[in-house]
């Protein structure tokens, strides 16, 4: 889990700030930000590493599943 700005941060930095927070354990190959801040006071980043290797570090340190190839973390409001 990380904890941000929801409400204040686009998803366009939302995806800036967990590209760096994912690239400490590794190459990141994709990312993805599933937020509906109407309804949820959290949103979703699905993460994808160039290695199971460091999928498994990101998993370890930030996530909260793994779907297929990518690392599911909650991203929730500080």
Same mark, same amino acid.
């Given at each position: 889990m990380i904890t941000l700005d929801l409400a204040h941060l686009s998803r366009e930095a939302l995806e800036?700030? /967990?590209?760096e927070r994912c &690239? $400490?354990?590794g190459a990141v190959v994709h990312i993805v930000i599933i937020q509906d801040s $109407?309804?949820?006071?959290?949103a979703l980043a699905? /993460?994808?590493?160039a290695t199971a290797d460091q999928?498994? &570090? /990101? *998993?370890?340190h *930030?996530?909260?599943s793994v779907v297929d190839d990518a690392v599911v973390i909650r991203l929730?409001? &500080?």
């Open positions: 800036g700030i /967990v590209r &690239a $400490q354990y $109407q309804t949820y006071n959290f699905s /993460v994808e590493m999928r498994q &570090a /990101v *998993l370890r *930030l996530g909260d929730e409001q &500080a």
